[in-house]
């Protein structure tokens, strides 16, 4: 079967780095995103990988090794506004995006 | 611009009455889709539509339809709600920029069903 695996929840201090890992077993990949989204709130895009490497964006980057089937997103000055819930999300041979489960990350003062 | 506009925010049903679920975009995607989401879980696709006038089952389509009215509107109707089908509620069309693909959604609908 499909399957995206990524931690359930992650806790780091304000102004910290922190590193959400995500794996995947997919049927053909065509990419990795990355969507963040605070409680209540809706999915926003944050990044995305189709080549092997580092993207970066501002505070955050996200990486992916094809050849391990991993990657993950990487959070640097942190803020107590990045306190939300995180998806790893896959391009499958299909048409649809497979999502991980999601990782909270909680950050304290 | 408004991006993807859903309505309602909230619904309360009871178990065997019907509803419909209405999105648009103003974006001039091809693609929309449904999503549900359940407490402390990722987003599963119910449908999609590629293109106006196509419609796909994703991978929890039973007791839903869709239809894609336009290349702006894209509903979801609930014939006969179970309480089972209690979620939140995504809408979102695509950007597709080679091989990127770069989902917008809309702000959810909350659905109860007693």
């Known amino acids: 079967g499909q399957s995206l695996e990524q931690p359930s929840e992650v806790t780091a201090v304000e102004g910290a780095i922190v590193q959400i890992n995500c794996t995947y077993q997919?049927?053909?990949?065509?990419?990795l995103s990355w969507y963040q989204q605070h409680d209540g709130g809706a999915p926003t895009f944050l990044s995305y990988?189709?080549l092997d490497g580092l993207e970066e964006t501002g505070r955050f980057s996200s990486f992916l090794s094809r050849s391990d089937s991993y990657g993950y997103l990487l959070l640097q000055e942190l803020q107590m506004k990045d306190s939300a819930s995180y998806f790893c999300?896959?391009?499958?041979?299909?048409?649809?995006?497979?999502w991980g489960a999601g990782t909270k990350l909680i950050i304290k003062p | 611009n408004a991006g993807v506009t859903q309505t309602p925010k909230f619904q309360v049903l009871k178990t065997g009455q019907s509803m419909t679920l209405q999105c648009a975009q103003d974006m001039n995607h091809n693609s929309m889709y449904w999503y549900r989401q359940d407490p402390g879980m990722g987003l599963r696709l119910i449908y999609y539509s590629a293109s106006e006038g196509t419609t796909d089952k994703g991978e929890v389509p039973n007791g839903y339809n869709v239809s894609r009215l336009n290349k702006r509107e894209f509903s979801l109707r609930l014939e006969s709600a179970a309480p089972s089908q209690t979620s939140v509620y995504f809408c979102?069309?695509?950007?597709?920029?080679?091989?990127?693909?770069?989902?917008?959604f809309g702000s959810g609908t909350q659905l109860s069903v007693l």
């Open positions: 997919t049927s053909g990949f065509y990419g």
């Open positions: 979102a069309s695509s950007e597709v920029k080679g091989t990127n693909e770069k989902l917008f």
């Open positions: 990988n189709a």
């Open positions: 999300a896959v391009r499958d041979r299909g048409y649809q995006l497979i």
